[in-house]
């Protein structure tokens, strides 16, 4: 006769379906981003704005990545507000749909040649809906994973969205490697880009299943029987919670920025600038994301052991003094000066990036955490990332110099280890916050 389950076994059954859904939502989610950011460096300038100069067209494809992040907020707001009142599951299943529909719609889109102004104005409102996807999807997916997790693993079954985004760059950037090398370039400026962007309606799909499979987290569940939920979930952040929103904010903003430099700019700086060929440069970046997922691992369980503000201290003071060095050597245009740089890079980006999910989960009660940890998550996104690589672009055009973006960047890390130094240690506070 079968045995029967036993509760635990359920339990560690369904924590590693959320984890698995919660990765490969999220890597879905940021496949479909970063495919953009990557188009956006290699062809969007002559596709979409061939009536500028080389130059302001390449400003203006970046500018692009940008505009999603206005978006971001509005969706951190929205869907955080939804996904306090009716459930963490129900928002990731919308999110998902949402991003796909905007990329496939990118992979559609005419050129300037061919419906002109439309074009460039058609690619940013896509580019928008992006936008409020990915200010929703985030908070909905480490929320889901954590709040599943045991007490004294929430680092680590909160690393797995957090996975997902250097996986979505890994997949983004090898379907650009694949494309690339299948075609000529002439056949992939001309219709091959579009490519990445059609295949992401298979990956939906994929998602959707998996997705639908979750079961809804089991602190939701208590709020709703309990009948807890609050109908104003926002302002019950900025009225009792303000103070972890801005350290929740501002200890993403170094990440993201950093973050957004290697992965939206330093693709096309390279291959522009240093000449370096781009599938060289397209391997360098994905084993930097390579390196970024196992940092990004190590330093979720790390915090669980330690907590989540010795390791955000020292991912932060790392990205800190990894601003200079970071450019200077990969300026040599030397394969493996650029891999080295990058390596060490990601070091810094998984240590501030692994124990995220978990802090932000810790930061706000579960009666509002969806808005508070979506909304700052998002805010920090803006303010970080958001026209990181416009900024870049801009300074190195201005200055002649990749220095000017190394101070940059310091600077943006100063913002953020400030807000680290304001952490309040919250590895052993979930008791607390479950009865808040």
């Given at each position: ?335 493996p000066l650029m891999l080295g740089s990058v390596l060490v890079l990601a070091v810094g980006l998984g240590l501030t990036y692994g124990p995220q999910s978990a802090l932000y989960a810790e930061l706000f009660p579960s009666r509002v955490r969806y808005s508070g940890a979506s909304l700052a998550y998002a805010v920090g996104a803006v303010l970080g990332g958001g026209f990181a690589p416009f900024v870049a672009a801009a300074l190195q055009a201005a200055t002649g110099t990749s220095l000017s973006v190394s101070a ?29």
């Amino acid at each position: 006769m079968a045995s029967t389950p036993s509760p635990q076994a359920d339990a560690g059954s369904q924590r590693r379906r959320v984890a698995v859904a919660s990765f490969v939502g999220t890597a879905i989610e940021w496949y479909d981003f970063f495919i953009y950011a990557t188009a956006a460096q290699l062809v969007f300038a002559a596709q979409f704005f061939t009536d500028l100069s080389p130059t302001a067209a390449g400003l203006a494809s970046f500018a692009t990545i940008g505009v999603s992040f206005i978006a971001r907020p509005l969706g951190g707001v929205l869907m955080g507000h939804f996904g306090d009142l009716l459930g963490r599951r129900a928002m990731l299943v919308v999110s998902l749909l949402l991003m796909g529909a905007a990329t496939v719609g990118v992979g559609l889109l005419p050129t300037y040649s061919q419906i002109g102004l439309a074009a460039p104005v058609l690619l940013v409102v896509l580019r928008l809906l992006q936008g409020l996807s990915a200010g929703g999807e985030w908070g909905g997916a480490a929320l889901l994973a954590v709040e599943h997790a045991p007490e004294r693993r929430r680092g680590f079954y909160g690393a797995f969205p957090q996975l997902g985004a250097p996986a979505g760059l890994v997949l983004a950037n090898a379907v650009f490697l694949v494309s690339g090398a299948a075609i000529s370039d002439a056949q992939f400026a001309a219709w091959g880009w579009r490519l990445p962007f059609l295949f992401s309606a298979v990956l939906i799909v994929v998602g959707f299943v998996i997705r639908l499979k979750v079961g809804e987290s089991p602190e939701f569940l208590r709020l709703k029987d309990r009948s807890e939920r609050t109908a104003r979930p926002i302002a019950e952040v900025f009225g009792a919670h303000r103070r972890a929103f801005l350290v929740a904010a501002g200890v993403f903003i170094a990440n993201n920025m950093a973050g957004y430099i290697f992965l939206a700019y330093i693709l096309g700086y390279a291959t522009e600038h240093l000449r370096v060929p781009q599938s060289t440069m397209l391997v360098v970046v994905v084993v930097g994301a390579l390196a970024w997922i196992a940092t990004t691992l190590w330093a979720a369980h790390w915090s669980d052991t330690v907590g989540r503000r010795p390791v955000y201290l020292l991912g932060s003071v790392w990205l800190l003094a990894w601003s200079f060095p970071f450019f200077l050597m990969l300026d040599t245009a030397r394969l493996p000066l650029m891999l080295g740089s990058v390596l060490v890079l990601a070091v810094g980006l998984g240590l501030t990036y692994g124990p995220q999910s978990a802090l932000y989960a810790e930061l706000f009660p579960s009666r509002v955490r969806y808005s508070g940890a979506s909304l700052a998550y998002a805010v920090g996104a803006v303010l970080g990332g958001g026209f990181a690589p416009f900024v870049a672009a801009a300074l190195q055009a201005a200055t002649g110099t990749s220095l000017s973006v190394s101070a940059y960047m310091a600077a943006v890390c100063l913002v953020s280890l400030g807000a680290v130094l304001a952490i309040p240690e919250t590895r052993a506070q979930v008791a607390e916050r479950r009865a808040a």
